[in-house]
């Protein structure tokens, strides 16, 4: 029990990285990607409740960040190595509003943004890439809400805060605003708080 015990503690706080709450709209979720977001039924929220939620922690001194995120599966086609993931995590944020989250770790050891990334390219984490034999440069086609998207892979990265261990796809929130046709909004607000807090 002890074992089972740290080994979901120890998944649930690597899914998560510096996320330390989250605010849907939605009632209480049972796991950790339905916490961010992803679980069917949860409901889209307009954006601007990204700079109230901001605005309600402020005084507390307690927050170092607050963004807008969606975070949701979709399916991922590698077409040159004929692989597919029918299940990938893509996590989107708006780049601006990172700071105070974990950082996104490029394949040279350097730290990267999602506002580092040009049209329709997107990042993988290491385990997305060894499932789909790709590596930078290599084309992708990303279906979300079930339209296909091409894409191209800009980098492998390491980053903790996808809300999974397994596969995860990261792109900025606009870009995913755009692949799941809701402009404008978002699925959950991601809290950091300072330091351990």
Avoid: C
Wanted: proline share 6%.
């Amino acid at each position: 029990g002890d074992t089972m015990s740290h080994t979901i503690r120890v998944s649930a706080v690597d899914a998560l990285g510096e996320t330390d709450e989250t605010v849907a709209a939605s009632g209480a979720l049972a796991d950790v990607p339905a916490l961010l977001g992803s679980a069917t039924g949860t409901r889209w929220l307009d954006e601007s409740v990204v700079p109230r939620v901001e605005e309600a922690v402020a005084a507390s001194g307690l927050v170092d960040g607050v963004t807008g995120a969606i975070v949701g599966q979709v399916a991922v086609q590698a077409p040159e190595q004929r692989q597919g993931e029918p299940s990938v995590v893509l996590f989107a944020a708006d780049p601006e509003r990172m700071g105070g989250f974990s950082a996104i770790v490029g394949s040279q050891g350097e730290e990267l943004s999602l506002g580092d990334l040009g049209p329709s390219e997107v990042y993988l984490n290491e385990k997305a890439a060894e499932e789909l034999l790709v590596k930078a440069g290599d084309p992708l086609i990303v279906y979300a809400a079930g339209e296909p998207s091409p894409a191209r892979v800009r980098d492998v990265v390491e980053f903790e805060g996808a809300a999974t261990a397994d596969s995860a796809l990261l792109v900025p929130l606009a870009t995913a605003q755009e692949l799941f046709a809701h402009p404008r909004e978002i699925r959950t607000v991601l809290v950091s708080n300072e330091g351990d807090a």
